[in-house]
């Protein structure tokens, strides 16, 4: 939550409306499209990926999916979003160049760096090199920011991504 906090902080200091950290709806069909078409399959192959690496262990209690669903989305993916994506993103998206665009997309420091930065913060809370894996879901959280203009896809892929690897590593 210590995202969240200092996200809107920072950008009432500088005078960001909510929309600035990517809290508009205003490409709501675009997000949902791009969730289905993109970060789904996406999602299906990290779940594949997953498995062949580690393993299933069923899940313990649907109960427990149940209940991770809004925790994963209110006290873990929207903060994280936020300051990631919506604040930090949004800044260096102002501050600096693009990059060569690629599916619509600027590939340079302001999709990359915030995914680094993101990497980085997981590894930190728990320093196993797997962490930094997390690098790759933060390039898809910042192109899905990027094409919506709003945080919105990314924090949703982000929960479900979220709720899939705990189920997948049965600490559900």
Do not use: C
Not at 5 to 25: E, H, K, N, Q, Y
Not at 69 to 80: C, G, K, N, S, W
Not at 124 to 130: E, G, R
């Amino acid at each position: 939550m210590i995202w969240l906090a200092v996200s809107f902080d920072m950008a009432r200091r500088i005078g960001a409306r909510p929309s600035g950290l990517g809290l508009g709806t205003g490409q709501a069909r675009t997000a949902a499209r791009l969730t289905a078409v993109v970060a789904l399959p996406a999602l299906v192959v990290f779940t594949a990926a997953h498995l062949a690496l580690h393993g299933f262990h069923p899940v313990k209690s649907f109960t427990d999916v149940v209940i991770q669903v809004p925790v994963q989305l209110l006290a873990v993916a929207f903060p994280e979003e936020i300051f990631f994506r919506g604040y930090l993103q949004s800044r260096l998206t102002a501050a600096l160049p693009s990059g060569p665009r690629y599916l619509g997309v600027g590939l340079g420091v302001p999709l990359v760096l915030p995914a680094f930065l993101f990497a980085a913060a997981h590894f930190f809370m728990d320093p196993a090199p797997a962490r930094l894996a997390t690098f790759f879901p933060g390039l898809l959280f910042g192109y899905l920011r990027e094409r919506t203009g709003a945080v919105w896809a990314g924090v949703a892929v982000h929960a479900a991504a979220n709720v899939v690897v705990f189920a997948l590593e049965g600490q559900l």
